[in-house]
């Protein structure tokens, strides 16, 4: 029974992403050639892939990698893909692979797995670092200003409240 992991990372400055994939056998049974399969979206272009033990080959958008020995029961083996990234800024892009291998399994529920990045936000950014400050002298908390004010109005009026009570005197 053989299982996928996959995430995705920043490579380098020039916003490349490295997809890490892991495979692992589950199993008490060796598994016979693991096969990696990765349709590329169309927003990814394959650099290349490495991984010790692992013999990557491409097919227009298809990454194909094969182990090269069969996988031990509780063993596991890992390998990277490297793409460049064409997406709009703030386009997420999801990328899925799938693990098989010729010995019978028994489940196919753990087979694939999915990573997603984000387009930068702007030219210059890469992925994995922090946006451009903003030009506005107001600091951005993240939070909806709307929401606050109306909390901030509704916390004056019960405390103006409160003054009015304290003040009436009581017979």
Do not use: Y
Request: aromatic share 2%.
């Amino acid at each position: 029974d053989l299982a996928i992991a996959k995430s995705a990372r920043t490579a380098d400055t020039a916003g490349n992403v490295v997809w890490d994939i892991n495979v692992s056998n589950v199993s008490d049974v060796d598994a016979a050639n693991p096969k990696v399969t990765d349709v590329l979206p169309a927003t990814l272009k394959f650099v290349k892939a490495q991984g010790d033990g692992w013999d990557c080959t491409t097919e227009g958008q298809t990454v194909i990698c094969d182990a090269d020995e069969v996988l031990k029961a509780g063993a596991s083996a890992a390998f990277s893909i490297e793409t460049s990234l064409g997406a709009e800024p703030g386009q997420v892009v999801i990328n899925k692979a799938e693990v098989s291998t010729a010995t019978a399994e028994r489940t196919l529920d753990n087979n694939t797995d999915t990573a997603e990045v984000a387009g930068a936000a702007e030219e210059s950014q890469s992925l994995g670092q922090a946006p451009a400050p903003s030009k506005s002298p107001v600091a951005f908390t993240g939070a909806n200003s709307l929401k606050i004010a109306g909390i901030a109005v509704l916390l004056m009026l019960a405390g103006g409240l409160l003054i009015t009570i304290k003040r009436k005197p009581h017979a």
